[in-house]
């Protein structure tokens, strides 16, 4: 059973950068493509972005193209989230997954919390 844990979230001000990381246990993940997904208070869990297994094929919401970059060091068993820019529409708990069902069980999450 594959574990995941993100890290790297925080209280920033509008125009910070932070960076995301999803490290992943219990089996290696290298072969499934990956994914960043949000859910904002009173809202749904959506995808922010993902990435292919080799890390050559990525994908962004329109919210956040140009803005955040996803990529992966397979080694580490680690995914990453580079966000810039950010907007006070960011805010929202961040986990990450599987890019495809069936999805690992999720994990907790990392709180990002972007003041206008």
């Known amino acids: 059973q594959v574990q995941l844990v993100e890290s790297g979230g925080g209280l920033v001000q509008a125009g910070a950068s932070l960076r995301l990381s999803c490290a992943a246990s219990?089996?290696?993940?290298?072969?499934?493509?990956m994914g960043w997904y949000r859910q904002a208070p009173g809202k749904e869990r959506d995808v922010v972005a993902t990435?292919?297994?080799?890390?050559?094929?990525?994908y962004y919401a329109d919210s956040v193209k140009g803005r955040f970059t996803i990529s992966r060091d397979n080694a580490k068993n680690t995914v990453y989230l580079q966000m810039n820019n950010l907007k006070y529409e960011d805010t929202a708990i961040y986990h990450c997954?599987?890019?495809?069902?069936?999805?690992?069980?999720w994990g907790l999450g990392t709180h990002v919390t972007v003041s206008s």
């Open positions: 219990g089996r290696t993940f290298s072969s499934y493509d």
């Open positions: 990435i292919s297994w080799s890390g050559g094929r990525t």
């Open positions: 997954n599987r890019a495809s069902l069936p999805y690992f069980t």
